[in-house]
């Protein structure tokens, strides 16, 4: 199974700050089949970006994304109030389909 | 607009079974696979399955194979997930999800989720 590997484990950043999260997997794969999630306490994940770099309908535009084969990365261009959450890879191109153990980006 | 419904929280015993429902809305329901997806407490997302509502079949992790069971009532759009032999590992919430794309939109739908609790 493909490994998901994610860092840092928390980002501590502020209001207008930039945020970039990694995605690390323990073999390569296309970059049609990642995605990114982002998760506030008691919901169910919310798809930001798909294909490693197409925004899901509603993502804002500060999101972005990129990457591919093993290394892959989230970009909050400057951080607003709603964005502070969990944030989760996720490889759904080969069974089983595997995410990321997560980054919490919390305000400083 | 597409919607899940999933059944309410449960509390089982160890060794016991539990049966959750994922009713769909607002989209065909047999046009898109069904994910099962669970969450223990403070872990991320752990994938478990996938059910193909038109032609019944499905597929789950290898961890999970031989307790779990996806199964769909097409008549009221409704997805199940059942799991045995529960142990306290299992107490998470539980979710159903679908993704695809929809007049080319791609979309990703969850349900609420649904808290299992094993406990003796």
């Known amino acids: 199974e493909i490994v998901l590997t994610q860092s840092p484990g928390t980002l501590s950043l502020s209001p207008g700050e930039r945020a970039t999260l990694s995605c690390r997997a323990s073999?390569?794969?296309?970059?049609?089949?990642l995605a990114w999630f982002q998760q506030k306490p008691g919901q169910p994940p919310r798809l930001l970006m798909y294909g490693a770099s197409n925004r899901a309908s509603g993502t804002p535009d500060r999101f972005s994304g990129s990457g591919s084969g093993t290394d892959f990365t989230l970009t909050i261009s400057r951080l607003e109030p709603e964005d502070f959450a969990v944030y989760y890879c996720?490889?759904?191109?080969?069974?089983?389909?595997?995410f990321g153990q997560g980054t919490k980006v919390e305000m400083k | 607009q597409m919607q899940l419904v999933q059944s309410g929280a449960e509390i089982k015993r160890p060794g016991a079974s539990v049966k959750i429902s994922c009713k769909a809305s607002g989209y065909t329901f047999t046009s898109y696979d069904i994910n099962w997806v669970r969450q223990a407490p403070g872990q991320g997302p752990e994938w478990m399955g996938w059910l193909n509502p038109n032609r019944g079949n499905s597929g789950s992790r290898q961890k999970f194979q031989g307790r779990v069971t996806m199964t769909r009532n097409t008549s009221i759009t409704t997805a199940y997930l059942e799991l045995s032999s529960l142990t306290s590992e299992d107490t998470a919430v539980y979710y159903c999800a679908v993704r695809g794309y929809s007049d080319s939109i791609y979309f990703d739908y969850w349900g609420q989720g649904t808290l299992v609790t094993v406990s003796s």
């Open positions: 996720q490889q759904y191109g080969t069974s089983p389909k595997t």
């Open positions: 073999q390569s794969f296309s970059s049609s089949y």
